[in-house]
């Protein structure tokens, strides 16, 4: 698990073909890699990888084929930046929300301007993922931990202030950038809770208006 709160950018050193998937190796930045071990969890853009070699300030993890087939990872190039956050502890502050890692799908920058200090984004989301996003909620930018500001279908606006900018790649981000996004897990297992013992039916996976009908909680 992890909070969204990037601790560093690293740049990635290459991405290489091994049995059939990829290994990814990655300078860490200032990330402390003192406190990493073999086998600990690094978030990069937002996608849990498993740390496999440590040396000298960098680090390696293998990306399975599923990874790449939905997530960006399979698009980065040497010299690419990517956010980076170590799992958290019970003991880390949880200043941003609930993160898993687990990347729901791939989202596309629409645009970017600048807003007084700050910096206004619009992010298109697969529309299948439309129905996790919220007014005030929050969802996970390439690892980034952010609030919703205003969503309408499936495109929504964030709000970027100059520390979050500094911290992270989204400076990096232009009209057609691609995204990783994480919604909040709660409103996914709050949908699946809804679905009761319905849920072990198959072909049953999302809450519409035509089940609330059919179940009785809508008419």
């Known amino acids: 698990m992890f909070t969204g709160l990037i601790q560093a950018i690293g740049e990635v050193e290459r991405l290489a073909p091994v049995g059939g998937d990829m290994r990814i190796s990655v300078r860490a930045g200032k990330l402390d890699l003192a406190r990493v071990s073999l086998g600990d969890s690094i978030a990069v853009n937002g996608v849990c ?11 390696s993890a293998d990306v399975s084929r599923e990874t790449l087939a939905n997530t960006t990872l399979g698009g980065l190039g040497s010299g690419a930046r990517v956010n980076l956050e170590t799992a958290l502890t019970l003991s880390t502050p949880l200043g941003g929300h609930l993160v898993s890692g687990h990347v729901d799908g791939v ?18 989301a697969p529309g299948e993922l439309a129905r996790y996003i919220a007014h005030k909620g ?5 690892g980034t931990s952010l609030t919703v500001n205003r969503v309408v279908g499936a495109v929504f606006d964030l709000n970027i202030v100059p520390h979050t900018l500094e911290e992270t790649i989204i400076g990096d981000y232009h009209a057609g950038t691609r995204v990783n996004l994480e919604v909040d897990l709660l409103a996914r297992y709050l949908e699946r809770l809804l679905l009761g013992d319905h849920a072990a039916e198959a072909g049953t996976d999302a809450i519409t208006v035509e089940f609330l009908r059919r179940h009785g909680f809508a008419s």
């Open 49 to 59: 990888l498993t740390a496999v070699e440590l040396d000298d300030g960098r680090f």
């Open 107 to 124: 989202g596309q920058v629409l645009e970017m301007r600048e807003d007084g200090r700050s910096w206004r984004l619009q992010i298109h």
């Open 138 to 142: 929050s969802i996970c930018v390439d």
